[in-house]
């Protein structure tokens, strides 16, 4: 069920485009509403920011995009559509060779051949492709998902050893990604991963291939999950904190790494981090995370230029060095809800030193920040900051209200 009217998107141009997403996990104690209505595009070539303090969702988000979210979470509701040609096809193919294998069979036969999901996959589909050339990853079955993930979409994630498997060489594990994605064997396996190797800026690579993880550097191990990660040729490549764990100079070198890989290649990226000083490096655009939403979106320079959301300037505030001469670091007292109720407040209001008293009874919904700003929106009863205070509210009121009668519907 999608409550809005599909956005705009030019063709060729978005890679990703995820649609008022809402992942939760069902505790025995309480609904954790982990994303809560996410929106956010990301293109061709760029690298898109989620910033945020711990527990705001940010991985939760990466795991719903890249289909990793397993009981007792669930995607409850919105799109994650995902375009790539080559993945698209492969996942059609599959389909119809599917679609041929059970069409001669009983309903009990076909029951007892293909599982719940793979049936229900094979009847939406129905050997066509998606209108609009986009895959909805949160529609697809598991068989599918292993396409994409391979193929599509690849992950890295903080600790590199969860990546690497500790009893293979790092160059056995190259070769078995490139010969699952690429069907490459024997001597051009080893030049390929060699070649990767190269390209992350391993040194005397031709050695490394022969060594084990615990061979390499913090550092270096990233740069081998990374060099896995290109094995697969994505499309899109999503970084959850790869570069906190690293001091200070490694992660320099990553996050530089990583802009080279993508001026090569291509690659969209997807980056979270709560470091805005990091941020500043790498993105693009940033979405700024607050209990299960995005409070602020433009681009990156406008936000350290103009940030708007209270939120966002309490974050720009605690960059370390952002204040010579004072030796305590500025922090956002208190800490991030856990969004355990459909929200019909601001969820900042009580750290908020701007809040007022609408903020504890209406939803603030994204906004323009004024009208003059095409690419800059806030989650923020502040906003539009150039109508008047009521009517600003009455915008956020009324829109809030229109949403939750779409979810009720
Ligand atoms: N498997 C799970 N079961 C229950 N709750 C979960 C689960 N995974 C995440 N959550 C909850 O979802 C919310 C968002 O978590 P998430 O890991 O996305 O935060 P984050 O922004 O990535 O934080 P961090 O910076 O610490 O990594 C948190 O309240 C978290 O407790
Ligand atoms: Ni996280």
Redesign the pocket.
Known sequence: MSMQSPRERTAGETVLSVENLRTA?F?DKET?R?VDGVSFDVREGETVGIV?E????????ARSIMGLIKS??RVLDGAVNFRDRDVLSQLVDSNRKRTADVAGLSDTERANAVDEDDFAFVEEWDGDEPADGYIDVTRVPDSALRTLRGNGIAMIFQDPLSSLNPVYTVGNQIKEALRLHQGLRGQAATEEAINLLEAVSIPDAKRRITEYPHQFSGGMRQRAVIAMALACEPKLLICD?PTTALDVTIQAQILELLSDIQEERGLSIVFIT?DMGVMAEIADRLNVMYAGEIVETAPVEEVFANPKHPYTQGLLESIPGRHPGEDRLRTIEGDVP?PNEPATDCRFAPRCPEAFAECESVHPVSVPVNEGASDHTAACLLYPDDQSRESAVETHRRRGEDSEEALNE
């Not at 711990?54 to 988000?61: A, E, L, P, R, W």
């Open positions: 996990f505790t954790i982990a945020g711990s527990g705001s969702g940010k991985s939760v988000t007792p979470g904190e709560h856990t």
